[in-house]
Structure formats: structure tokens, C-alpha cells
């Protein structure tokens, strides 16, 4: 990954939410608890709430995935009980918990869009969860579009970007996230990949493919106004 040269310019960059714009844990750690507590009272699961590290490393993967690995010996009813649960969770919780983005994420979002870049969120989330946070955090209308892999149905991140592209007429643009899939969904797509070190969630090697990795938010805009 060569750092002397310099980036070329994007009309367009496009971000994950969790662990990139988004502090996940301060809305999901607690809606995650609530979700098993139900789901004993339900009857539905028995034992101790599995380790909330399993939900955390699993952002940025789709939700069918996620509960493969948090809920892997349940039935598929147990699962879609439990998205529905969690997702009302979070919801609630966006309006009485208060819940973060990272250090400098609007400030640096709203300089970038007075620059002329257009921005955009593509997400492996829910639809109603995705753009909760970004209304919940006010940061809504600095985007063009909000995609959501709960909205468009797709498989993985690559599809979801490679819609977006399409959809807006994209050729040039940086995809910007923390997990290995932002990184897929960036080169397969042929665009340029701003790894994100700051959220922790990652393990070794996550970023690996990335053109730049950044350790906190602001970097980003230092990043774009350096590129030619």
C-alpha cells in the first residue's frame, strides 16, 4: 500500500454507517440485551446471553449472517423474531439513549459536501435502522442517497455499491469503511478504499487492500483536499 502517491479526486464517496460514521455499541450493546431478555420471557432461548462480542464483530456483514453466528443452533423463526426485536430495540433506543457518531463526523461530512463531493451511505444494516441513525444524529441531508442492504435485497456490499454506482452515473469514487467487506465492496467496484482503524471492531488483516487507513474521522477531509 504506497503512501507517496497521491490519491486522485472522487465526485463521490460513499460510507458504511457502523464503526465508520456511526459509534455502533453505544445504541447496539444495550438493544442487544433487551433482545435476549425478551426472547426468555418469550421462551425462545434458554441460558446465559451470549457474548456481545459476537453481535460487534459481526457488523458490516448482512443480518442473515449476523444471527448465524449469534443464534447458530436456533430455527429461522427464532431468527426472524429476533430481527425484528433488535431492530425495534434500536429504534427506541434512538430516541431515549444517547448514542454517538465518531469525533468529527458531521463537521468533516458537512466541509466535504461544501466542497462539491457528493455522499452517500451504503450499509449491510436495515433500512429503518440506517437511516434512524442518520435522522437521529442529523446528518440526513448531507447525503444524496442512504442505501441499505435491508432496502435493495442484496447479498453482499459489493452488489449494494455496485447499485449505487449505477443508479447515480458514479465513475470515480472512495468507498469508506472499517470491515473487509467495505473493502471488497471498493475494489471489485474499481474504486479507491479508505480503510478506518478508529472503531476497534476489526481484526488483523480486516483492512488489508485498503488505498489509505485513517486513525480518526477528520483524516478524511485532509485525504480529499491533498488529492489531484
Known sequence: MSRTVRLS???????DMDGTLFKTESLVVPAYHELFDRLREEGLYEGETP????MLSGLGMVMDQIWAK???????????????WFLENELRGL?????????????TLAKLKQEGVR????????????????????ISSLFEHIYSAGEYRTASKVHLVD????????????????????????KENGL???????????????????DRIISSFPELLELYLGSV
Open 163 to 186: 447499485l449505487l454506482l449505477r443508479n447515480h452515473g458514479i465513475s470515480k469514487a472512495w468507498m469508506v469503511g472499517d470491515r473487509s467487506s467495505d473493502v471488497a465492496a471498493g
Open 51 to 54: 457474548p456481545v462480542e459476537l
Open 9 to 15: 479526486r472522487p465526485e463521490a464517496i460513499i460510507f
Open 70 to 84: 449469534v443464534l447458530p443452533d436456533h430455527e429461522e423463526a427464532v431468527r426472524r423474531k429476533a430481527d425484528v
Open 95 to 107: 430516541q431515549r439513549i444517547n448514542t454517538e457518531l465518531y469525533p468529527g463526523v458531521a463537521e
Open 119 to 138: 455522499l452517500f451511505v451504503s450499509s449491510n444494516g436495515l433500512e429503518q435502522y440506517v437511516k434512524g441513525v442518520a435522522e437521529a444524529h442529523q
Open 192 to 210: 479507491t478504499v479508505i480503510g478506518c482503524a478508529y472503531a476497534g471492531f476489526c481484526g488483523a488483516g480486516e483492512l488489508e487492500g485498503s
